[in-house]
């Protein structure tokens, strides 16, 4: 059984940049969850997605926007980055969309915006 | 507005002494309540939650609804139990997809 991963391990990016992040859910799972992690504070939700569709959004901007594919992996897209947008980012993958299907996280994207 | 607070960043025991991790919520419906933790150098993975009322590691975990709290206890705290711990909160019974997280408490188990 493979567990979630995510790319980049790390990166940088200037203000105003786009990124893009990448999730592999683990094998037999249909949702994935996004979360910012700023130094110091819990997981914040971004948003998740099940079977390909937008399943909730949490506090964030437009500009903050996600991708589902076929095989469940997922992107999470960030335009213009502000220097606030500098966390780490975690996945979680789950079967099922609810909060008590037991969410397996990644092992994060760290994103610093210079 | 949904909430967690967990009051305490840091809790240092001896090893043998017992534990409990403070965790108070704000959620005005019927919640569901979870433990994270993240060991280090490793992901950030599931405890236990209130549903199951299991206890996992020797921790166990009492949602009171009156206080509205969830603090983790354990009797006697080891080594290995060092780690970050993350109280997480589920709107509508879990049913809701997304998890409020605290800030996290870092415990420290001095031998």
């Known amino acids: 059984e493979t567990g979630v991963t995510q790319s980049p391990t790390h990166l940088i990016k200037t203000r105003g940049q786009q990124v893009t992040l990448r999730c592999s859910s683990q094998?037999?799972?249909?949702?994935v969850s996004w979360y910012q992690q700023a130094l110091g504070q819990g997981p914040q939700f971004i948003f998740q997605?099940?079977?390909?569709?937008?399943?909730g959004r949490g506090n964030f901007p437009p500009r903050f926007s996600g991708l589902q594919f076929p095989n469940y992996s997922s992107e999470l897209n960030v335009n213009a980055l502000e220097l606030d947008d500098s966390a780490l980012y975690l996945c979680?993958?789950?079967?099922?969309?609810?909060?008590?299907?037991?969410?397996?996280f990644g092992p994060g994207t760290r994103l610093t915006v210079l | 507005a949904q909430r967690v607070t967990q009051p305490e960043k840091l809790l240092s025991v001896f090893k043998g002494a017992p534990v409990e991790l403070k965790c108070n919520y704000s959620?005005?419906?019927?919640?569901?309540l979870f433990w994270y933790v993240q060991y280090s150098r490793q992901r950030l993975q599931l405890l236990l939650r209130?549903?199951s009322r299991e206890s996992i590691k020797g921790f166990t975990a009492d949602l009171n609804k009156g206080e509205t709290s969830f603090h983790l206890k354990k009797p006697f705290a080891q080594e290995e139990d060092s780690a970050m711990y993350y109280c997480?909160?589920?709107?509508?019974?879990?049913?809701?997809?997304?998890?409020?997280f605290g800030k996290g408490t870092k415990l420290s188990v001095k031998p």
């Open positions: 979680a993958s789950s079967l099922g969309g609810r909060a008590y299907n037991e969410q397996f």
């Open positions: 094998s037999g799972h249909n949702t």
């Open positions: 997605y099940y079977r390909e569709e937008e399943n």
């Open positions: 959620y005005s419906g019927s919640p569901e």
């Open positions: 209130h549903i």
């Open positions: 997480a909160l589920s709107g509508m019974g879990g049913s809701q997809g997304n998890l409020i």
